[in-house]
């Protein structure tokens, strides 16, 4: 295609205001997939996004259009996530595209998404075309939402369109306003070749995917391309464009959104925000890239089967190819072994991670829990970043700790707002402004420790709310900290894999509810296992599991053969998600609890 007949755009908006549902629509009538292939959300692919219902990675989809001007154009759409742990997925979306269709819940207004993701549209001068969506809704307020995107987001109300996503009303005129008022991507195809990475993937029949938006020049099969940042070649054994399936095209220029598969066979050499171009005639400059992200939450991952630790390292690789924001290094404990430190982008991303591993890498495997990063003032004057535990200097040698904090920034129907301020207060809150959106909404922002929103903080503020209330954070500063490492003792001995930083005042509480858990979790064994909560030599709470062998079998009262054996299969299978640390065996279930406060 032309460059004059291609609209790059992205779909953006605060969670659940229905950018999937919209993508739908948009796909649908593009008549690009057959009836009875289609399906609800339709771009959200993976098993966890299907089942949680919400979108996790940015997807891609070129789709034809005729416009009413008699002309094809194609039309590269990204959906993208709009929970804050995925913002990097957005950024980097919006990266590729001129243009951006910024969504707004009719019934629910402006949000603190919807607030955070114009800005980055902003940030990189796409067009923005406000979308009023669900007008289909007995509870839709027009006049509201459009008031709303005057004041709270300076756009213009008059250039809102409306529409039903669900329904397909106002379909039509959207895609009109798509071709009309996103600008056409720039870019010389006859230029030397200069194409963004900003995605990948890996299929174990071709290898890695690796996800192009061409900004000068052409790819075409055959030809050797170079990675800027590392200089390592391939040559290029098909490109193509994105149509749900992988479609191949006999070449990509400028300002097409399309894949290359080189047979590239060292993962490693393929790096999001890299520039490629061609080996033979290089662009002088690689593409700006992306701004590097910073992990909030650090965890270590151990295979439950010390023996799985390279297949854990490879899978990891893999992964990393489709999720550029997780990082990791490698790690051990005395307790699980080699494993890996990971840093995530939120405790939702790291729930992802884990759950990717597992399902699509059949990984066995265990998390230890989350912590952010501290900073530890020592007494001889040096200062140090701490997020392991096993790396948390003795007390004796700590003159202060300093942990971050966040800039929350919460959107909720006034009803709501004593037991908000309750809440913001529990979890260490002040409250630096408050700002009366209109009659009925406020915007509250909080100065609070990024520790206490890690935990359940979201849920809770979900539950009080009713789901009316928005929240969205930066990462602000550090600020000072009381500190206390809390171990768990098991028959007697730390387990390190166990151990947590904790703020003092939070100490008492977490120690009873881990030991609490820790006893639900561990079956009972041929002894006694006494469970504790300490500060170095000092018990906090403590809970015991009572020695009991566990007969399965008590139940059968004798005679059914089959239903015994059965039994006996099914406490085999526990056993081999179990891990032995010192003489207590440990099920994988023991550590996904400490991770859970509620
Ligand atoms: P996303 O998080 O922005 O991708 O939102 P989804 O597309 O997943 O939609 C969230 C929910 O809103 C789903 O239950 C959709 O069926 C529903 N939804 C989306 N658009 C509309 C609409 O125009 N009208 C109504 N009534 N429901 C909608
Ligand atoms: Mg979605």
Redesign the pocket.
């Known amino acids: 295609a032309e460059t004059v007949n291609i609209r790059n755009f992205c ?1 953006i ?12 629509r948009l796909i649908q009538k593009a008549d690009i997939v057959e009836d009875r292939y289609f399906k ?2 339709i771009l ?1 692919n993976m098993d966890i996004e299907r089942e949680r ?3 996790i990675k940015s997807q891609a989809v070129a789709i034809p259009y005729t416009a009413s001007d008699g002309k094809e154009y194609l039309l590269n759409l990204v ?4 929970h804050v742990d995925f913002t990097y997925e957005v950024s980097r979306a919006i990266n590729s595209c001129e243009g951006a269709l910024l ?1 707004v ?3 629910q207004g402006v949000q603190a998404q919807t607030l955070s993701n114009m800005y980055l549209a902003l940030e990189h001068d796409l067009e923005i075309i406000p979308v009023i ?5 007995a509870a839709a307020d027009i006049p509201g939402a459009k008031q709303q995107i005057e004041r709270d987001l300076g756009l213009n109300p008059e250039d809102a369109l409306l ?5 397909g ?1 106002g379909i039509d005129e959207l895609f009109e306003a798509i071709v009309t008022r996103i600008p056409a991507p720039s870019g010389d195809s006859s230029a030397p070749l200069q194409a963004l990475i900003f995605d990948c993937h890996y299929d174990p029949y071709r290898g890695v995917v690796v996800h192009l938006r061409i900004f000068q020049g052409r790819v075409r099969k055959g030809m050797k391309i170079r990675f800027m940042s590392n200089n390592s070649e391939y040559e290029v054994e098909t490109a193509g464009v994105f149509k749900l399936a992988l479609v191949e095209q006999d070449e990509l220029s400028a300002g097409s959104v399309g894949y290359i598969i080189a047979g590239i066979k060292t993962v490693g050499d393929v790096r999001v925000g890299d520039t490629v171009t061609d080996a033979d005639r290089p662009c002088d400059t690689p593409l700006p890239g992306f701004r590097e992200v910073k992990p909030v939450v650090f965890s270590s991952i151990y295979p439950v089967d010390s023996n799985d630790y390279e297949e854990l390292r490879s899978s990891l690789e893999k992964l990393k190819l489709n999720d550029a924001s997780l990082v990791y290094e490698k790690d051990s404990s005395a307790a699980l072994g080699f494993g890996f430190r990971c840093g995530f982008l939120g405790l939702l991303h790291l729930e992802v991670i884990q759950e990717r591993l597992e399902r699509e890498f059949d990984q066995s495997i265990i998390f230890t829990a989350p912590s952010v990063k501290y900073r530890i003032q020592l007494k001889t004057g040096e200062s140090i970043m701490v997020d392991n535990p096993t790396e948390y200097p003795d007390e004796g040698k700590i003159e202060s700790a300093e942990e971050p904090y966040i800039r929350a920034s919460i959107i909720t129907p006034t009803t709501y707002l004593g037991n908000i301020m309750t809440l913001c207060m529990e979890k260490r809150g002040v409250q630096t402004n408050m700002t009366y959106l209109d009659e009925k909404r406020v915007e509250l922002v909080y100065d609070m420790p990024l520790a206490e929103v890690l935990f359940d903080f979201y849920d809770r503020l979900k539950s009080i709310s009713r789901g009316y209330a928005s929240f969205d954070y930066d990462i602000t500063d550090y600020k000072s900290t009381e500190l206390v490492k809390l171990d768990i003792l098991l028959n007697g001995k730390a387990v390190d894999a166990l151990s947590q930083l904790v703020y003092k005042g939070n100490a008492y509480e977490r120690a009873r509810v881990v030991c609490e858990r820790l006893k639900d979790e561990i079956p009972r064994q041929q002894f006694k296992i006494p469970i504790q909560g300490s500060i170095g030599s000092h018990v906090i709470a403590r809970e015991t599991v009572n020695a009991l062998r566990k007969d399965v079998l008590a139940k059968c009262y004798g005679g059914d053969i089959s239903r015994k054996r059965k039994l006996l299969e099914k406490q085999k299978e526990g056993k081999k998600r179990m891990k032995m640390v010192g003489d207590v065996e440990l099920p994988q279930s023991a550590f996904l609890a400490v991770l859970k406060t509620k």
């Open positions: 779909i908006a605060h969670i659940d205001h229905g950018k999937s549902t919209l993508a739908d609800d959300q959200d219902g919400i979108t959906d993208t996530p709009g969504l819940d009719a019934t969506n669900k007008i289909d809704m529409v039903s996503a669900k329904q009303t």
